[in-house]
């Protein structure tokens, strides 16, 4: 699966951007904003950096998540041999877009 993935972040990508590898809250804490948390300070610094941020989910309920921060879905597809579907995400910033 990761080197489906590589492919393909390679392919959707292929510019300089960070890449959020995984962004778990315990269930029990969910709901209470860690993960918004978690989010702002790592968007905070790809802006100073003026670097897109590319990210894979796949969670559908993470989608409108991801969107709220700036996140567009720029793939959505079922990984390979596996009954997985994942969102690929990206996140522009203005530094970027402009």
């Known amino acids: 699966m990761s080197k489906h993935l590589d492919k393909k972040r390679k392919e959707l ?14 269930p029990h804490y969910q709901g209470k904003g860690y993960a918004s948390k978690l989010l702002r300070g790592m968007l905070v610094r790809t802006d100073e950096m003026g670097v897109p941020c590319y990210l894979e989910t796949e ?13 567009k879905v720029i793939d959505e597809f079922n990984v390979p041999e596996t009954k997985i ?10 530094h970027v877009s402009k």
Do not use: C
């Not at 990508?13 to 315990?26: C, E, N, T």
């Not at 969670?59 to 996140?71: A, I, L, P």
């Open 13 to 26: 990508a292929p510019f300089d951007h960070w890449y959020l590898i995984l962004l778990g809250v315990d």
């Open 59 to 71: 969670t559908e309920k993470n989608v409108s998540m991801y969107q709220h921060f700036g996140f």
């Open 85 to 94: 579907k994942l969102w690929v995400m990206l996140r522009e910033n203005e």
